[in-house]
């Protein structure tokens, strides 16, 4: 087990190079299952979820393998153990993403239930469901997954989600792509690592549009090629490195991401005051919060894309503790993504919680280093941001899960100017 130690309280200053998606990286190895021709992946981040899933490829019987540094090869030839074991899957949620394109190419495949970050219920029935309509069944016994397509493949079918799902409406266009007749998909998902998606699945042959505000039409094609790909540049990670920059009252560009993906996250930057500049033909973000100005407070509620993620919710938290004024936090999508705040409440931040979805936030607050504990992803970076300000030393455990999304995140910072050790536990 590992920590980080970091002392606060030093601005970020500086640039800093945004990696590629988390979010988008992985369903596109999972694309790649759809062709046995090389699919080759560029600007892919070095993080553990994207070695599990490698390791997960390797064992179903892909070739999977790192070339030119930032460079990934797959090639899907066959599949001689369509399995997928208990250990990767408990590690890594987006496992579940293989059963469509292993059902569309191999025919069958047996996953267990996923599991990933522990921020509530995040069933799959939206998956199994959607799966069938295109013809497959689907049995659940012991905890696996029993999946099987029909012997002349799948069909084309409409696929209506109840609620919008990410994961979901990206798991129905791979099992689409190869499937027979068309495939209509109603209330689809808007986020801009599903169109990194399509345009991957575009370059291999697949015929995959938006054709409705969320609509999305595959006509399945008989067979997929090769293609070599550059993943979009990871809003999440860009999101984080502002709000370092501005609760530390530094100065920092974000380099390669595009700010038009980030248009919520901008918008509560215009209701709290923070400054920045966006340039969409450089692909960059500049931050410059070195002013004594006061930050304002905002109503943050997370929705769908193009609303505000829930992923950034617990980090616009540390942002919200130096606001002059009472904001709120309402959660709309997991039901325990507010338990960050009782760590942020050891360290001095002024957070009640509600109910199960919803906080209230007073600040401005200074905050003190502490000893907490990191409960998933994106509230490991939360308590990072916090540690960056709070006076004194602060140590930071479960960093195994911060690695999962952030690329070398404390050489990222530690560039910056920021004081922040790894260290074994």
């Known amino acids: 087990m590992q920590k980080f130690v970091v002392t606060g309280g030093v601005p970020l200053n500086g640039e800093v190079r945004i990696a590629g998606a988390k979010n988008a990286v992985l369903k596109m190895m999972a694309a790649a299952v759809l062709t ?23 064992d179903i019987g892909f070739a999977v ?47 267990p239930n996923p599991g990933g970050d522990r921020i509530g219920r995040r069933p799959v029935d939206y998956h199994v469901t959607a799966m069938e309509q295109l013809g497959a069944t689907i049995a659940y016994r012991n905890g696996y997954y029993f999946a099987s397509a029909p012997p002349d493949g799948l069909r084309g079918g409409h696929v209506e989600f109840p609620r919008v799902t990410v994961m979901g409406t990206e798991n129905v266009i791979l099992a689409a792509a190869l499937a027979r007749g068309t495939t209509v998909i109603d209330n689809a ?12 699945l575009g370059g291999m042959g697949a015929r995959v549009s938006r054709t409705g505000h969320r609509r999305v039409e595959i006509e399945g094609v008989a067979r997929l090629g090769g293609a070599e790909h550059r993943v979009l540049g990871d ?31 901008l ?29 304002g407070p905002a109503d943050v509620e997370t929705q769908p894309y193009p609303g505000i993620a829930t992923d950034y919710q617990a980090p616009l938290s540390v942002l919200l503790t130096q606001a002059d004024g009472v904001s709120t936090i309402h959660e709309t999508i997991f039901e325990d993504r507010l338990d960050y705040t009782r760590e942020l409440a050891k360290m001095g931040a002024s957070i009640e919680l509600l109910d199960e979805r919803r906080a209230r936030i007073t600040g401005p607050t200074p905050l003190h280093g502490a000893e907490v504990g990191i409960a998933d992803l994106r509230a490991g970076a939360t308590l990072v941001l916090a540690a960056l300000i709070a006076a004194g030393t602060s140590v930071v455990s479960g960093i195994e899960h911060v690695d ?11 560039a910056l100017g920021a004081q922040i050790n790894r260290i074994e536990a």
């Open 404 to 414: 999962r999304g952030y690329e070398q995140i404390e050489a990222k910072l530690v």
């Open 235 to 265: 809003r999440l990670e860009a999101e984080t490195f502002a709000i370092a920059a501005a609760i530390t009252r530094g100065d920092v560009t974000l380099r390669g991401v595009d700010p038009a993906h980030l248009g919520s996250f």
């Open 36 to 58: 046995d021709e090389p699919v080759i992946l560029r600007n892919v981040p070095r993080i553990s979820d994207v070695v599990i899933l490698r390791e997960l490829m390797a």
């Open 189 to 200: 998902a808007l986020e801009p690592e599903v169109d990194d998606l399509i345009t991957l």
């Open 65 to 111: 393998r790192r070339v030119n540094g930032d460079e990934l090869e797959i090639r899907a030839e066959e599949a001689p153990w369509p399995f997928v074991p208990l250990e990767a899957a408990m590690k890594m949620r987006a496992s579940f993403i293989l059963l469509g394109p292993m059902l569309a190419r191999f025919g069958r495949v047996i996953l």
């Open 267 to 295: 918008e509560v930057c215009d209701r709290t005051g923070v400054p920045y500049e966006a340039d969409a033909s450089d692909a960059t973000l500049h931050v410059r919060c070195r002013d004594a100005e006061p930050l």
